[in-house]
């Protein structure tokens, strides 16, 4: 009876594997596409109508002439000659020579001599002082050039008083040009940091200079690095567990010597405090070793599936080396929204109507010993008055650049996670770099799965918005005063948001692997990835700790191997008596090690993908597949370590989650139950 129940059941298995090859929960190419998360459209669409009238209103508004030229106490553009900008009391001279409005392309401002404000004249640390240099840069006066210290500044008709109110003042630092502003060459602690820099600009200008005979160095050398990078994806899936192995023990030998040291000192101490100290350093090291040798013992399996499932996500990039083209598409893609949002704030910091406005006016009069005698009067002048809206708009403009930035990032990421899901899950005979993959995967993206992008992206801009506002209220708490407390809650509030947003983008990509797997919406998505990988929690771990060190590794050796690259050229081209060598080439080879280091953490971070496609597509296929009527799509070798295979027999499987077969197997469900691997 029990054979021919065995045998009932076996030819059961195999018609359905007939039926069904490799296409078990309809996973990757085989799911059944859908669009996902509509909300998310529609959120967006909405958010982005209301963008275009914030920008629409601040185009309308705005004058990016104010920010670029400055605007004089009087409301007057700086400069610029047209109708209803020129002062009609303007009447100047300059050695002789009548002055046109269009030569006042300078503003200067009546800034308080360093007693008045001290060290905090540009970086106040305290409000009085800060309230005085704003309302300062509202009282400029055009000015044809930047003048030195003793200068009279005076008003456009000559005189120093416009409708009773004094405007001239006289200059009291040396100034020099800054963006159309005349500010202060030296001013206190400022100058010696502007000196040191303005001196070291020699030298880096020099640096810059030895750069335009080195292009040949850095083509060659960039190039290098690119090609060294695509060949260290492939030489991973060879050289990970000599990496992780060797560094193993390498911390074990660092740790065995530790223990050495602190337990020979410990004998050799002759008594008292150190000899306490180097035993409470012995026992805690020689704690720490037996732990350390416990882990490597209890989690030596573990520690080989996640080198095996890093090998096998090198292999990926291998398989489909186009994917490499997406991280540049990305970042072609977020130019633009980042240009428009610029621009959009641009024009909302320079909206506004020019409206009577009363500050506080600094003055200082030179009396007849030569002593310059302050003083500080309320005045009324023509400054523009931004709208009440504008920091709302400001925000919400901030929030919307977060939100697309992070829509095209996530895209980026869907993009890769697609190519990845089509590599694992294609069965035997499938082809693992399928046609016009990365095409398909843009497609799909497109095509379905927008909605679950902007969800997933809209949690992570209301995390960075929210962090962006605290450093906001963190900089005006600091202002109105040094409170330790105060201090410390907003440094906890920071780092428990730093973790949110860590954790949020860690369920974000998951679920949008789950996404590419099985065409579920953001929340469902979401929910199985995290099950899964918490069924598996140790092994997602280790993998997350090694692949860290793996992918650390790497980019510092691409980084240095570029430096040594830069180095045997130069030092060639030395030997050849061309104008470089190495002692006058520091720039260059810390240009090399950031050009190399963007270009190792382009490719890293698709390798970094395609791990976390192969961590939960492993967990997801040893949750619902069993190896009989369902097969596994695991790596040969992660079936060795593992143990498992794919077979005709079914067998009997321990856990408390069947599988769901569709109910008209239910001999099979019976004998194959859902399990915990690990």
């Known amino acids: 009876m029990g054979t021919e129940a065995d045998e009932k059941r076996r030819a059961q298995a195999e018609q359905y594997r007939q039926e069904n090859t490799y296409a078990a929960y309809e996973v990757g190419y085989h799911a059944k596409r859908h669009c996902t998360d509509l909300l998310g459209i529609l959120l967006y669409v909405v958010a982005f109508g209301v963008m275009m009238l914030v920008a629409v209103v601040s185009f309308s508004n705005g004058d990016p002439r104010r920010l670029l030229y400055g605007v004089d106490r009087q409301g007057y553009l700086c400069g610029q000659d047209f109708k209803g900008n020129v002062p009609p009391e303007f009447n100047l001279t300059a050695n002789g020579t009548s002055l046109a409005w269009t030569d006042m392309n300078v503003i200067v401002f009546p800034l308080p001599a360093l007693d008045t404000c001290g060290e905090r004249l540009i970086a106040p640390s305290g409000p009085t002082c800060e309230d005085l240099v704003a309302d300062t840069m509202k009282l400029g006066v055009c000015w044809h050039r930047c003048p030195e210290a003793g200068e009279h500044i005076s008003w456009y008709d000559g005189t120093d008083e416009v409708d009773g109110v004094k405007v001239g003042f006289d200059v009291l630092f040396d100034t020099q040009r800054q963006l159309n502003r005349c500010m202060p060459k030296e001013s206190g602690v400022l100058v010696d940091n502007i000196g040191e820099l303005l001196g070291g600009l020699g030298s880096i200008n020099a640096e810059f200079a030895e750069l335009e005979h080195s292009w040949d160095v850095i083509t060659i050398t960039l190039i290098g690095t690119i090609v060294f990078s695509f060949f260290w994806l492939f030489l991973l899936r060879f050289a990970v567990k000599p990496l992780v192995y060797l560094s193993m023990l390498l911390l074990f030998l660092v740790t065995a010597f530790v223990v050495y040291i602190t337990f020979s000192n410990w004998d050799r101490s002759s008594g008292g405090t150190i000899k306490t100290v180097w035993c409470v350093l012995f026992f805690a090291s020689a704690i720490w070793a037996l732990v350390y040798v416990c882990l490597i013992v209890f989690f030596c399996k573990n520690v ?287 240009l090399l090690f950031l050009c190399a280091y963007v270009i190792a953490s382009v490719f890293i971070n698709v390798f970094a993908t395609c791990i976390d ?28 370590v593992l143990k498992v295979s794919n077979s005709d027999a079914p067998r009997e499987r321990g856990g408390s989650r069947p599988p769901n077969f569709g109910g008209d197997l239910p001999e099979i469900q019976k004998a194959t139950n859902s399990y915990s691997r690990f």
């Open 304 to 590: 080989a599936i996640a080198c095996d499932c890093i090998e096998e996500a090198s292999k990926i990039p291998g398989s489909i080396p186009t994917m490499m083209a997406i991280p540049p598409v990305v970042v072609l893609c977020i130019l633009p929204v980042a240009a428009f949002h610029i621009l959009v704030w641009v024009y909302l910091y320079t909206s506004g109507t020019v409206d009577m406005e009363k500050v506080e006016q600094y003055t200082n009069v030179t009396d007849p010993t030569g002593v310059v005698v302050e003083g500080i009067n309320e005045v009324t002048i023509h400054a523009v008055q931004h709208p009440n809206y504008e920091t709302y708009a400001h925000i919400f403009n901030l929030f919307m650049f977060l939100w697309s930035m992070n829509f095209w990032i996530s895209a980026g990421y869907m993009t890769v996670a697609f190519c990845g899901v089509f590599w694992y899950w294609s069965g035997p005979g499938d082809n693992k770099s399928p046609p016009a993959g990365v095409l398909t995967a843009m497609w799909w993206t497109a095509r379905y799965h927008l909605g679950t992008l902007f969800l997933g992206s809209l949690l992570v801009a209301i995390v960075q918005l929210i962090r962006f506002l605290m450093t906001q209220v963190e900089d005006k708490l600091r202002k109105a005063g040094d409170h330790a407390t105060v201090r410390c809650i907003i440094a906890c509030i920071h780092c428990c948001l730093a973790c949110l947003e860590r954790l949020i983008k860690f369920v974000n990509n998951n679920a949008y692997i789950m996404t590419c797997m099985c065409s579920d919406n953001f929340c469902s998505a979401a929910r199985r990835a995290i099950y899964v990988l918490l069924r598996n929690a140790m092994s997602v771990m280790l993998v997350n700790v090694i692949s860290g060190w793996v992918m650390l590794l790497s980019k510092l050796m691409i980084c240095a191997g570029a430096v040594v690259v830069g180095w045997a050229l130069v030092e060639k081209a030395d030997l050849d008596g061309a104008d470089k060598s190495v002692e006058n080439s520091i720039l260059l080879f810390v």
């Open 613 to 640: 496609v192969v961590v939960l597509s492993f967990c997801y296929d040893m949750d619902v597949n069993d190896g009989m009527m369902k097969p596994y799509y695991l790596p040969s070798d992660l079936q060795r």
